[in-house]
């Protein structure tokens, strides 16, 4: 009834190559499975640092050629999470599908099997600056340590979406996020402190640090990655198991224990979930 996870604080810096790319991954998620490590999270953009490799004429991509590198993203990342044996959240990375860009979480499992959960709700900049568009389904996910769902960063700040997810038998909520200053990242992590305590679930997030200098909208970061719990007794008074320095490029580790989060839901100081007074409101069940 226990998951051991990691959460990957990200350092963006300029690269020259996907090799380049590849190797810093690899770092993470070496580092991640000599923790023992079952489940690891990479923040959302993450693979906007591929931009900084720049073209002929040594400018930086577009978020319209991103999508190019969709292949080896997939090819590197499903390579790791066979050879390690742990379930990889990728961050996002931008696809591009009937000429739309989709910003897309995708999750390896161990086998080779690929899932993919877009991101619901777009923000402004993303829809005037990147022409993003969101995606229409929310998914959950099963694994052989629980059932997981996947919603990226603004998508933590909607309860609907995560009562949603909760409903359909999500007890692990994986928010990779990427924020450029301290009021969104507060924005990000205090929500995510909300629906934990709301759907009586356990919410790992993270988000990118450092800069890509020639980058639009990745010139700055803060992030900080943290394993939050619900606040009750069997848990820490600030709820919080793990997480990491502020802008740091780390990585921080912690085992979620499924049972404790039965035993609360059923038995807790409070048991919001149980208590929704859905004759007052309309929510899912």
Known sequence: MKMRVSAVQ????????????????????KTAQEFGAEFVLFPEFMTTQL???????????????LPTFTEAYRSLFSTLAKQTNMHIIGGTHVIKREDRLYNVAHLFYPDGTI???????????????????GGDTLHVFDTIKGTIAILTCYDIEFPEIVRMARAKGADVIFCPSCTDDRHGFYRVRYTCHARAIENQVYVVTTGTVGSLPTVDFMR???????????????FPPRGILAEGEINDDMIITADLDLQLLYDVRKRGSVTTWRDRRTDLYTDWT
Not at 13 to 26: D, G, P, R
Not at 122 to 131: D, G, L, Q, R, S
């Open 220 to 234: 700055a970061n803060f992030g900080q990655a943290a394993i939050i719990t619900p606040n009750d007794i069997p």
């Open 115 to 133: 899932a993919e959960q877009a991101k619901l709700h777009i923000t402004p900049t993303e829809v005037n600056e990147w022409n993003m568009h």
């Open 10 to 29: 990200y350092h963006l810096h300029t690269i020259q190559s996907f090799e380049q790319f590849a190797k810093q991954v690899e770092h993470y998620v």
């Open 51 to 65: 931009m900084s490799i720049g073209d002929d004429k040594k400018e930086a991509l577009t978020i319209d050629e």
